[in-house]
């Protein structure tokens, strides 16, 4: 599932609660509603239940699917059923929520659902599985993986599980659900994309179980070897066939499911694809796949073609570009960007050959080019193409598809190709497609952030084709940019006074970047303020400023994701408050406080670390002791979410106010931590490395500790998890360091949140306090990776610009290197790039870069934290430090 997928679809600007979308489309109600009957919303469902009658705490839940042109039917069918029963039951509200669980893009565990059924016991649960099944004969729906079809029925499914009554609070903020296995224990209610029973429990509508399958999975003749990926719609697998011995690609589209919202599902789109494939094959054999089969198994479609030896073109840019490589040199800079030319022509070809036959690809995208071995390029996944004669499919990859005011504006029908080789060529400069899109002047300060790096001119008109004046040379654009910059120089003589300070909305020029950085980042600072300050809403209830979608899973008050953290950058960076939201910030936080969990970054610790920052005391005081009380703060020793983030937060009111009993709260959850019997099963699962879930949170608090009691022990303990953390970093090919998130992900990670920027955070401490010979050795390789990894997709704290800069700045007032203080300066000025003029201030895409977000974790009160880090620190000389002039809220 995308990340954030349902968020965005509420809401154009911001990440939003799903059924909070203003048209959800016809909505669905049964028609015959019994006297005194009402359904009510919970979610995308609608639920109804007799007046007082109770869901069981669990059991057999029975789940109802339909094709979307039968869901009326069938909803009316189910309902008749369980109003005359007396059952309760639920089912998707309106057809926008039903092509939400049944997208391509959506989770593969929830697709399927139509109606749920809560029958109170077994034997119930047996004849409303006979009544529907029965009264549903002959009516198809999608397969729900999580179930069991009942007998011969094609929408009657069942599970065992919670109905909603069990379920337990994670330290991550989230909630797990519960059931009682045939034992009576509470274990896990999994929602795995397979069948599953809680131990001890049997299938009682089965007269034998099923043997587990065993040896090759074969699809007609076809044996899988490789899964390649699985969705919604279906899965993509390399398979071998049994009769040729030829190695194969096969796409599977499940019936009734992975629908788009223009209402089509996977099959109709791999019908689609098969078609379009022969028709060109015939036309023009090698410009897309060879279609070699296509048949309907069981109640899937298979499409099988050649298969392209090779790797994804995302694949190839990661591995080959040697833009954020250390060890990168003007001469393998030219090589790449000669293989850049070499691959974009290649495309080229492709294209104008697949629109001679008539056809246009629709979505092209770093996914859908593969590399061969030989350096060629295939298009692949042909499922948006459609003839040039018809209009074009509505699917596209954000980043890669004309904007909507484009696609108005422009009838070309090849517009959609020529905007995604644009957005290919963009992509290997940078990765920010859509950044480009929202604020194509800034494209002038990524050049500028370029010139290390120096894209030829061609390569750079290729990419900035569609942003900068749409098109136009680039002397054109030269000019307008050096306009801009006129306009804004005269705007400054009428304003305060000094190059920084620019007109409100408008963000310099490279060259005014070059003469006064300094003063640039202050300006940009003033406007991140500002930006947050128009963002916020205090009387909306999703939330006071728009968050990353994880406040919408957890809570929308905490430090990373809600309130609390915007909160503290502004309070941090000397902005006011507006009254409004600091009593919607302590009016959620009763709200919620039994709710919360214990930790730094989404609990009660955090909260209380804020709420004591603008003079809270008392209820800081009060959330720190409920968190150190917590249950999860014995189970869970990371600093996001537990014991060490808790500990952090004592020392923070200490040093607020001096008082000797936060200092010994503090010194007790150290001395907790060490006397954990295996404190690495208290981090994050799977052995999870990094700042926020592995070793190097509990680090950073014990140096902490042992800076703020004076005992050397904790120092001790502290270095001995670096070295555990070192055990599981990995050295990359230009020689630097880097780690990974965990042991199921092995990709190296840059980040502060997750990855090496956050290990080396806690480093540096330790070799400028303390430093032993390991350590010492392994930060400047760490280092190295970070400082080349500044061309990151978003911005944010946890894993953008902003953290490695956060980083970077801290690492120079360690050191006091000059390299390293311009390090982190030139990663400053590189956040200007991001910032997308608003109404008043500017604004930042945040997680995922779909939407804006104001939260510490991506948004721009991470910026503004790390700004104000590097304005007001050590690493500025007096005679240019400057702090930032916040504007008062209006």
Known sequence: ??????????????????????????????????????????????????????????????????????????????????????????????????????????????????????????????????????????????????????????????????????????????????????????????????????????????????????????????????????????????????????????????????????????????????????????????????????????????????????????????????????????????????????????????????????????????????????????LVDFEAASALSAAPSGMGTPGFTPPPRLLRSDSDPLLRDRYGMSAVAFAFLAPLNEIAEHAPANLALLRRDLADVAPPQDLWQRATAFHLTEGLSEDLTEGLTEGLAEEQAQDQSQDQGGPGHLRPGHLPSPTELDTDPRGCLTRLAEEVAAGLLEMADADRPEWAFPPSPEALRTNNVCLAYGTAGVVHALHRAGAEVPEEIRERLRRDMLAQRDALPPGLLVGSAGIAQVLAGIGLLDEADDLLRDADDHPLTASCGTLAGGRAGVGLAWLALHRLTGESRHLERAAAAGDRLLRTPDLPATLGEHDARGLLHGRSG????????????????????????????????????DGSLSISDNTRLTRAMPYLATGAAGVAAVLTRYVATAPDERCAAALPRLVAGIRVSCATKEAGLYRGLAGLTWFLTEHAELTGADAARGDAVRAATGLLKYAVPYRRGVRFLGAGSQRFTADLSSGGAGVLLVLHRLLTGPLLTESHRARPRIPAAH
């Not at 608090?701 to 004076?710: E, K, M, N, S």
């Not at 502290?718 to 953390?725: F, P, T």
């Open 1 to 378: 599932m995308l990340e954030g997928f349902g968020e965005a679809l509420a809401d154009r600007e911001y990440y939003l609660p799903l059924p909070s979308v203003a048209d959800p489309g016809p909505r669905f109600a049964p028609h015959d509603v019994p006297p005194g009957t009402r359904g009510t919303a919970q979610g995308i469902w609608t639920v109804w239940g007799s007046p007082g009658t109770k869901l069981a705490e669990q059991g057999w839940k029975i789940h109802v699917s339909a094709r979307l042109d039968r869901a009326q039917h069938v909803l009316d069918t189910v309902a008749g059923i369980c109003f005359s029963e007396g059952v309760p039951f639920k089912h998707l509200s309106a057809r926008f929520f039903f092509l939400f669980l049944h997208h391509k893009h959506s989770g593969r565990a929830q697709a399927g659902k139509f109606c749920a059924v809560y029958p109170p016991d077994t034997e119930t649960a047996r004849r409303l599985l006979e009544r529907l099944r029965d009264a549903l004969d002959g009516e198809e729906g999608p397969y729900v993986l999580t179930d069991r079809r009942f007998r011969d029925s094609r929408t009657v499914h069942y599970r065992y599980g919670s109905f909603g009554a069990l379920s337990r609070l994670r330290a991550d903020g989230t909630r797990e659900g519960l059931v009682r296995d045939g034992s009576g224990r509470e274990v896990l209610d999994l929602r795995l994309p397979v069948w599953h029973l809680p131990a001890g429990i049997a299938d009682p509508f089965v007269e034998q179980e099923e043997e587990p399958h065993v040896g090759p999975i074969l699809i007609r003749d076809y044996e899988v070897t490789r899964a390649v990926r699985l969705s919604n719609a279906g899965g993509s697998y390399q398979a071998r066939d049994r009769q040729t011995g030829r190695t194969v690609f096969i796409k599977e589209a499940r019936a009734h499911n992975g629908l788009v919202f223009d209402g089509t599902d996977a099959q109709q789109r791999l019908r689609h694809e098969y078609g379009v494939l022969r028709e060109l094959h015939a036309a023009d054999p090698g410009v897309g796949p060879e279609p070699l089969d296509h048949f309907t198994e069981w109640e899937h479609d298979f499409l099988v073609t050649e298969y392209i030896a090779g790797q994804p073109l995302v694949g190839w840019l990661s591995r080959s570009s040697p833009l954020a490589r250390a060890d990168r040199t003007a001469e393998s800079v030219a090589a790449y960007y000669e293989a850049c030319r070499h691959l974009l022509s290649g495309l080229d070809a492709s294209l104008e050959r697949l629109h001679v036959a008539g056809y246009r690809f629709g979505d092209l995208s770093l996914d859908n080019v593969m590399v061969t071995s030989s350096g060629e390029v295939r």
């Open 698 to 733: 509990p680090a950073l608090f014990l140096h902490r500790l042992a800076r703020d009691t004076g005992e050397g022990h904790y120092l001790d303990a502290g270095r001995a998890l670096l070295h555990q953390e070192l055990d599981r970093t990995f050295p990359l090919e």
